[in-house]
């Protein structure tokens, strides 16, 4: 996974421009929407599981509609797991890049 981390910044001096590079994180467009929204999106995975829970216990006599329920909720939990994952990516990225912004004065 390639991060993107490089900022140009350009100074103009008596007709001469100057690049210089600094180790600046920051997100992608995606990864700003994709952080913007995910909290949303695990929130919805986490409401759609307790539904589901409540499904399974209704269904408890009814083996096959049961099973699917099952297999559903295992679906979702993955997916869960793997916004889960995504958003502590996405979390320590904006924790770098808040630190960045504001260096600690001492």
């Given at each position: 996974r390639k991060e993107?981390?490089?900022?140009?910044?350009v100074y103009e001096k008596s007709n001469k421009t100057t690049k210089i590079k600094t180790d600046r994180?920051?997100?992608?467009?995606?990864?700003?929407?994709?952080?913007?929204?995910?909290?949303?999106?695990?929130?919805?995975?986490?409401?759609?599981?307790e539904a589901l829970d409540r499904?399974?216990?209704?269904?408890?006599?009814?083996?096959?509609?049961?099973?699917?329920l099952i297999r559903e909720k295992e679906e979702f939990e993955n997916q869960l797991e793997e916004k889960m994952e995504r958003f502590l990516y996405l979390s320590?990225?904006?924790?770098?890049?808040?630190?960045?912004?504001?260096?600690q004065q001492g």
């Open positions: 993107k981390y490089k900022l140009e910044t994180p920051k997100f992608s467009y995606k990864e700003q929407r994709e952080f913007e929204s995910i909290e949303g999106e695990i929130e919805q995975l986490e409401e759609r599981m499904e399974i216990i209704a269904a408890s006599s009814d083996f096959v509609r049961l099973n699917q320590e990225m904006d924790d770098k890049i808040k630190a960045y912004d504001s260096p």
